[in-house]
């Protein structure tokens, strides 16, 4: 006899909601990564303002996009 306990498992389940809520998290993180990488890298090339507030956009649209799509997932179980 195993000295493990066993754990009773739900099978997971994939939905269009939950995977936008990781593509937002995703942008998320990229975009934080390319505005820090910018701004510290870069800081007195011509792109540095462009692609920083690029970074930026990908931020706040992925934030937008974390919170649409796990209230949809939310309502999808």
């Avoid at 593509?23 to 934080?32: D, L, P, Q, R």
């Avoid at 510290?40 to 956009?57: L, R, S």
Wanted: proline share 6%.
């Amino acid at each position: 006899m195993s000295d493990k306990p066993e754990f009773k498992t739900e099978p997971t389940t994939w939905s269009p909601g939950l995977i936008g809520f990781y593509a937002s998290c995703a942008a998320v993180s990229i975009g934080a990564a390319v505005a820090a990488m910018v701004l510290v890298v870069f800081p007195d090339e011509d792109f540095t303002v462009p692609a920083a507030g690029f970074g930026i956009f990908m931020v706040v649209g992925g934030g937008i996009g974390c919170w649409r799509c796990l209230k949809a997932a939310r309502h999808e179980s």
